[in-house]
């Protein structure tokens, strides 16, 4: 299996296709990096409900905050932010997180990368424009 159809996992059958926070991830990261991922992001963002996800170049879906909490007990739903509000997670598999918004005022789109790629910003995929990196 690649990570892409690991992490399928983490899809919520019932959340819609679509969602204005998406969560990229590149390579093959584990199943676990992924969900923790997705519990910094939903720490973070409290408006966040669904978020989309990409991983390895592979949109794969969406999940919900919902969808989270209870399949998988993830403390997202229960608004403990806790260690994640720096967006940094403790223990194995430390890693950071980036975050985008489109620069356009108003638009709700925004972008969580598991990875640093300086060259490749991400594209809002309504404006066409390149997103910018948030401090
Ligand atoms: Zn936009």
Do not use: K
Not at 20 to 41: F, M
Not at 55 to 78: E, P
Request: charged share 20%; glycine share 12%.
């Amino acid at each position: 299996m690649t990570a892409s159809e690991d992490c399928r996992i983490l899809v919520d059958p019932a959340a819609g296709p679509d969602a204005g926070t998406t969560l990229e991830a590149a390579g093959a990261p584990s199943v676990g990096e992924v969900a923790e991922a997705l519990e910094a992001v939903l720490a973070v963002l409290p408006e966040a409900e669904v978020v989309g996800l990409v991983v390895g170049g592979i949109r794969i879906g969406a999940t919900s905050r919902a969808y989270l909490d209870a399949a998988f007990g993830l403390r997202a739903g229960r608004g403990e932010t806790g260690d994640a509000a720096g967006m940094t997670l403790p223990g194995p598999g430390h890693f950071r997180l980036l975050r985008y918004q489109c620069s356009r005022s108003g638009c709700p789109r925004a972008v969580v990368r598991m990875y640093h790629d300086e060259e490749h910003p991400p594209v809002c995929p309504e404006h066409r424009t390149a997103m910018e990196l948030l401090a």
